[in-house]
């Protein structure tokens, strides 16, 4: 597999919002096809800060293939882990209150992490969040 060369990259490129197709095609170099997710789904657990403007109602943001934050309802934040349970690729966008990985097509509820469509079975793992005015800490 391909080694995936990253810079260092300020927090607004980290941010990629919904219908990128850039990233999703990015993501998908990275996934193979068969592997059972060679390493561990489990996310690093370092705190990241965003904006809560950056997370549009009914959307969400994934930040840097770790955590996705979604705003379910105006006001209620949400993060999950960024890390596909079927097979471990990060998620690709957030959508129509909808998290998609493109790598095999699995969904989830923005505001639960439940899986709304296959082929992964279990839910994202939800991560905390505080919010404090306008900023979101994630992890
Ligand atoms: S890794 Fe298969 S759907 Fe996400």
């Not at 300020?10 to 592997?35: E, H, I, K």
């Not at 060679?38 to 840097?64: K, R």
């Not at 105006?74 to 790598?103: Q, R």
Request: aromatic share 4%; hydrophobic share 30%; proline share 4%.
């Amino acid at each position: 597999m391909a080694d995936q060369h990253r810079s260092p990259l300020d927090r607004r490129t980290l941010l990629r919002g919904a219908g990128s197709g850039v990233a999703a095609a990015t993501w998908l170099v990275g996934c193979g096809s068969d592997d059972e997710g060679s390493g561990s789904t489990e996310t690093q657990s370092e705190p990241t800060t965003l904006s809560a403007g950056d997370v549009a109602v009914g959307s969400g943001v994934i930040l840097d293939d770790t955590y996705v934050v979604t705003q379910p309802t105006e006001g209620e934040f949400k993060a999950f882990t960024a890390i596909c349970t079927h097979n471990g690729c990060p998620v690709a966008s957030v959508k129509d209150d909808t998290i998609t990985c493109n790598c095999h097509g699995s969904q989830y509820d923005a505001a639960t992490g439940e899986v709304t469509r296959g082929p992964a079975t279990e839910a994202l793992a939800e991560v905390a969040l505080s919010v404090d005015g306008d900023t979101l800490t994630v992890g």
